[in-house]
């Protein structure tokens, strides 16, 4: 590059795009006039990286990277080009037009639309780093949703156990509460099982212990998600009413460098809270947004419920739109927008290094907001 950052007619400006895979990734390079230079293939290791990035070094300097999949099948490979000072570009796989157009589909066809879409700037999302407490805490999720779902399925069949024992101890165990049932059964002494009631007090015992189980191992998971939230977004866990499963949905949602957002505006349109414009002839109209992260949306939206249940300015708000003649999901929905502003500057502020969106756009206020 020379000392104005435009590249000299002797050099190459190389921009990939790539197709990630469990096993392999397929890379296409593009020069800078959109001329496909070579196609290469790599395993998904740490060897395989360090491989395709000295792959594009002999064909010129590397520009930018187009991934299919940075959170899944690519999340190595984005961190690897991310601490090597490579910028990332988040690309979604082509459509079924595209693949049409295209003449087919195959690795290569796909590594190459990829390439395209990031030179001709139709795709500019910057990648999650996915380096931090935030990815942390993703993870730690995963492992607490399927916890919850295992603790529900263990009560569910705990009631339905209770339903066909013998009379006598469905009788003693029917009008107990949950967390009274799980207790009893769990001191349960079955001993030998050679009665039915037997077998349906081991059966009890079996899914009491199971529930107690998954409750201290979602309760310990609980633990290192608040932690890590504190960590990650102090000034956001500041906020009254947001709990550490809302923060954990929001902080996913944006990622570890949530300053790859270019404003507030783009961090609602993530999270599916800002209305899409459907307007078309005389008709002038917003629609409601349907799309974005629906985790983030539903921690939104609680919040606003919450909200509405003891903020004054929010009970004023709704009030005041009730007036006009807007209904109470239509209020909602308007409160989620303006929520999602003030979460992303309790986001942004968080780490003081960040810089600021590159562009801002002006403020709205809640009213401004339509369905």
Known sequence: MSKAGVARVDEVLVTVGIDTHVDVHVAVALDQFGRKLDVISVATTGHGHRALLEW????GIPHRFGVEGTGAYGAGLTRYLRRQGMEVVEVIRPSRQTRRRAGGKNDAIDAEAAA????AGTVMGQAKSQDGPVEMIRTLRLARRSAMKARTQAANQLHAVVVTTPQELRDRLRKLALADLVATAARFRPGCVNSLEAAARLALKSLAVRYQQLAREIAALDLQIDRLAHQAAPEL???KGVGVDTAAALLVAAGDNPQRLRSEASFAHMCGVAPIPASSGKT?????NRGGNREANRALYMLAINRLSYDPRAQAYAARRTAEGKTKS???R??????????FKALISTNSAAPAPSHPRPALRPHDTTT
């Open 56 to 59: 594009v070094r002999t064909l």
């Open 330 to 332: 239509e209020i909602v």
């Open 237 to 239: 866990m500041q906020i």
């Open 116 to 119: 395209r879409a990031v030179q």
């Open 284 to 288: 002038n109209r917003n629609r409601l």
């Open 334 to 343: 308007c409160l989620k927008r303006y929520l999602a502003r003030e979460v």
